[in-house]
């Protein structure tokens, strides 16, 4: 069993940058790949990134690449997500999960476990 605890949302202008953490629980958690997931209002929930469980390969969705970093610090439980020049479009509830296949988790409905979110407003 892994619980996974999201934290690090708030409200940033345009431009701005925050910083995800997603804490995880349980002995397991480098066995894990993590990735993070957002869901806007109104709309489906949708692949952010995702990091293999040695931190090795990593994927981003097109809509934040070049802006967004995944990392993990196995030594923590803890895996990150680096966002910079947000975009009102960036304005959702982000999730964190856990899979243990680096290949499935993009698709969000094989994912083992997933956080309760943490909430991301971009104002212009």
């Known amino acids: 069993q892994v619980q996974l605890v999201e934290s690090g949302g708030g409200l940033v202008q345009a431009g701005g940058s925050l910083r995800l953490s997603c804490a995880a629980s349980?002995?397991?958690?480098?066995?894990?790949?993590m990735g993070w997931f957002r869901q806007a209002p109104g709309k489906e929930r949708e692949f952010v990134a995702r990091?293999?469980?040695?931190?090795?390969?990593?994927s981003y969705a097109d809509s934040v690449k070049g802006r967004f970093t995944i990392s993990r610090d196995n030594a923590k439980n803890t895996v990150y997500l680096q966002m910079t020049s947000l975009k009102p479009e960036d304005t959702a509830v982000y999730f964190c999960a856990a899979d243990r296949t680096y290949a499935t988790i993009v698709k969000g409905a094989a994912v083992d476990y997933w956080g309760k979110g943490t909430l991301v407003t971009v104002s212009l």
């Open positions: 349980g002995r397991t958690f480098s066995s894990y790949a």
């Open positions: 990091i293999g469980w040695s931190a090795s390969i990593t």
